[in-house]
């Protein structure tokens, strides 16, 4: 069985790429409430979908989840400079290798991360289990230098530069052997 794990899952547009293949577990994080619900409607299509109601970031904790006034975008970091200060609500969040642990996930053959502004909090959540990880992209809003970094300092190629636009970049990455 191969393991795949989402951060920022949202309503399950990107995860249904991996529901096709029945050999796939998908561990499919999302804190806000209305989306999540949607990942787990659609867990009862797919059974290896297991929708998970966390942020991922620096620490197992209850922190503030940031979002615009029309809820669509969402972070643990406050967001540009229209964030008043006032749009947020408090999620859980857990670290990677606190989640791995805890299920008992050995290896991730891919990881695909999706929070904005909090690439990097999410690939540090690793800790030593950045090892176990073979291959992922990451949805990059802001610093794409600093992840493209951090995802070389933890050993993986990474494979140049998607733009979606000019404030989102998609890193590819893989495990050098």
């Known amino acids: 069985m191969r393991t ?20 796939a577990l998908v561990y499919a994080f999302e804190p806000n409430k209305s989306h999540f619900n949607k990942l ?79 690439e990097e909090a999410c690939l540090c959540s690793l800790g030593d289990k950045f090892k176990s990880i073979h291959a992922g992209s990451v949805v990059v809003y802001s610093m794409v230098e600093t992840i493209d970094t951090v995802l070389q300092d933890f050993g993986f190629r990474v494979q140049g530069q998607d733009v979606i636009d000019t404030n989102q970049h998609v890193l590819n990455f893989w495990r050098m052997l």
């Open 4 to 23: 795949i794990i989402e951060i920022g899952s949202y309503t399950g547009e990107y995860t249904k790429k991996f529901l096709g293949d029945e050999n």
């Open 40 to 118: 787990i409607t659609l867990s009862h299509t797919y059974p290896t979908l297991h929708p998970i109601p966390f942020a991922v970031g620096w620490g197992d904790n209850f922190e503030p989840l940031f979002h615009d006034p029309d809820d669509r975008n969402y972070s643990l970091e406050p967001m540009g400079t229209k964030y008043s200060g006032k749009e947020f609500t408090l999620t859980w969040t857990i670290r990677l290798d606190t989640f791995m642990e805890m299920y008992n996930v050995p290896c991730v053959d891919f990881l695909h991360i999706d929070a904005p502004f909090s």
